[in-house]
């Protein structure tokens, strides 16, 4: 059993940072994509970094060139830093691990950009 827990959120003005955590307990292992996600109200949840295992990363068209997803598998560790922020980027951002047949979520936390 692996549990998630992201931190980092919070309030912010556009043009802002912020970098998000997300702490995993349990095993997981350095094969083991992960991934955030970002949840707005009223709107799908939808993909916005992944990582691979090999240390690839692939990101939204939205946030490209704006945020950085990393691994530290030493420290059960991702992250994910967000640099020049948008209202638009406001959401309930959420970790996520594939391992196997499984999928784990964290319970999200809230990143809020002003303009």
């Known amino acids: 059993q692996v549990q998630l827990v992201e931190s980092g959120g919070g309030l912010v003005q556009a043009g802002g940072s912020l970098k998000l955590s997300c702490a995993a307990s349990?095993?997981?292992?350095?094969?083991?994509?992960m991934s955030w996600y970002r949840q707005a109200p009223g709107k799908q949840r939808e993909l916005v970094a992944v990582i691979t295992g090999g240390g690839s990363s692939n990101y939204a068209e939205s946030v490209k060139g704006r945020f950085t997803i990393s691994r530290d598998n030493a420290k059960n560790t991702v992250h994910l830093q967000m640099n020049s922020l948008k209202p638009e980027d406001t959401a309930v951002y959420y970790c996520?691990?594939?391992?196997?047949?499984?999928?784990?979520w964290g319970q999200g936390t809230q990143v809020t950009v002003s303009s």
């Open positions: 996520n691990l594939r391992a196997g047949v499984y999928v784990y």
């Open positions: 349990g095993s997981i292992f350095s094969i083991n994509p």
